[in-house]
């Protein structure tokens, strides 16, 4: 049976982005024909659940038995990847948590694949995280991740915080998600379905449906490129199915 | 079920006659096909709405509404040609957008024939505009128009090898003419009985291009 994959999508600030590229990733994998499933710890209502209600499962995850439900059925239930979305301000605690069950350790050991995306925000409290979370990431994949999706800049223009920051953690991979059109943001929410189902014109329950033209175009542009980002750190490799190649999505 | 062709008539450069063929094209297609859409994304510069109130409306591309009001339109497949005379102002926004969202692929997919009609110029920035274009559009698709008025007969080297169509230069009291907003080029073939005028020729030996255009694009479909 194929190792489980962990992956962690969270930041202790809110509005960065964190649920956002969680559903990139369900659409990446989805794309990719890889199973997974996800969990929000969006708790009592989740955001993720609202676009991939199907594979989404809302969890506490600062209740026993979420925790349980998460980690104790990794390897007994099919879909091998799971995506944890973290609420904001519960990143570094969730990493404490797993840490005390056990689960770093394992991650470690090379029983599981452990991978944490942290979506950076803009201002220097937030870089602070990095270290924070770095301590956290001893035999994790940690993949810092720059979301220009609200029009967000990381000190560029000033190299050295720049490097201060981002050059902190010498194993992490930095990973840009870009703007998306933000007429097209919004049409995605207001419809309320993965981005997928967008660009192919469907419904939840993939009835026709009449999105803009444009609007689809952008975003079907725009996660053209924020794949061509998971190709490059070759998620795929990643989790253990090394196929991403033709892609239904891309058609 | 037919293909609909949207006709782009577009360049970088101001005043090189972008709506003399907006018009031209727009009451051929009217007399040919009994309906035409158009779009005038061209107002700072003469404009198609006042020659074609009937046949035209205006459009715009600064912003995602105006890129949705048009798109959304263009890619229908509702047998109505569509005419757009694109202002140079919003050459680069229209084509950077069409790369984006994928307006050509689509258009095939969805039985739309987009066919970009680049009126060439000599300078600098009608060579990049059309090096663009080649990189996006098929040859098939990209048409330059050889405006006699504009090019004087050096058209770039560039520019010569895919297809052409070529409009001649008027006289200067025949282009005043013309350029009345009144004046409709299918009323003058009406009305006009002697068929050996200068303008009655120039405008159906124009037609006929336009005629040729479309024959080649049911030629290429089939």
Redesign the interface.
């Known amino acids: 049976m194929a190792k489980p994959v962990v992956i962690v999508v969270g930041a202790d600030k809110g509005g960065v982005g964190k649920t956002t590229v969680a559903r990139t990733l369900l659409d990446y994998f989805s794309a990719n024909n890889i199973a997974s499933r996800a969990f929000d710890t969006e708790s009592p209502r989740g955001t993720l659940k609202r676009f991939h209600p199907d594979l989404t499962e809302i969890v506490d995850m600062t209740a026993t038995s979420d925790q349980m439900k998460i980690f104790d059925t990794l390897n007994s239930v099919n879909p091998s990847v799971t995506v944890i979305d973290v609420r904001a301000g519960l990143l570094s605690p969730s990493l404490a948590a797993l840490r005390d069950i056990g689960f770093l350790d394992a991650a470690k050991g090379g029983q599981i694949t452990f991978a944490v995306f942290h979506i950076l925000g803009p201002s220097i409290a937030s870089l602070d995280e990095i270290a924070e979370t770095a301590n956290f990431m001893q035999g994790a994949k940690y993949f810092l991740v720059k979301n220009f999706i609200n029009n967000t800049s990381f000190f560029e223009w000033d190299q050295a915080t720049y490097n201060s920051y981002f050059h902190r953690i010498k194993d992490a991979t930095e990973l840009t998600i870009p703007k998306l059109?933000?007429?097209?943001y919004e049409q995605v929410e207001v419809a309320s379905v993965p981005f997928l189902k967008f660009v192919a014109n469907k419904g939840m329950k993939d009835e026709a449906a009449n999105y803009?033209?444009?609007?689809?175009?952008?975003v079907?542009?725009w996660l053209a490129n924020v794949w061509s980002e998971f190709d490059r750190i070759k998620l795929t490799d990643l989790v253990g199915s090394g196929k991403s190649g033709a892609r239904g999505g891309e058609k | 079920m037919s293909r609909t062709p949207v006709y782009i008539i577009c360049s970088p450069r101001p005043l090189v006659g972008k709506t003399l063929i907006a018009r031209l094209l727009g009451e051929f297609l009217l007399l040919k096909n009994g309906t035409v859409a158009a779009f005038d994304i061209n107002l700072k510069e003469p404009s198609l709405l006042e020659y074609l109130p009937g046949i035209t409306e205006t459009a715009e591309v600064d912003d995602?509404?105006g890129?949705?009001a048009l798109?959304?339109r263009l890619?229908v497949n509702d047998a109505i040609a569509k005419v757009i005379d694109l202002g140079f102002h919003a050459f680069d926004e229209f084509f950077k957008?069409s790369e984006?969202?994928?307006?050509m692929k689509?258009a095939a997919r969805r039985g739309v024939s987009p066919v970009i009609l680049f009126v060439a110029d000599t300078d600098r920035a009608s060579a990049g505009g059309y090096a663009m274009l080649q990189q996006q559009i098929p040859a098939t698709a990209l048409v330059t128009i050889e405006n006699e008025y504009v090019v004087r007969g050096e058209l770039p080297s560039t520019m010569s090898d895919g297809r052409i169509l070529r409009i001649a230069a008027l006289p200067v009291f025949l282009k005043t003419y013309i350029d009345r907003l009144t004046f409709s080029f299918t009323d003058y073939l009406r009305h006009e009985k002697d068929s050996s005028t200068e303008l009655h020729q120039w405008i159906r030996k124009n037609y006929f291009s336009f005629r040729e255009l479309e024959l080649n694009l049911i030629l290429q479909r089939s």
């Open positions: 059109n933000e007429m097209a803009s033209f444009v609007l689809r175009g952008y079907r542009h | 995602t509404f890129k949705m798109m959304d890619i957008m984006e969202i994928g307006f689509e």
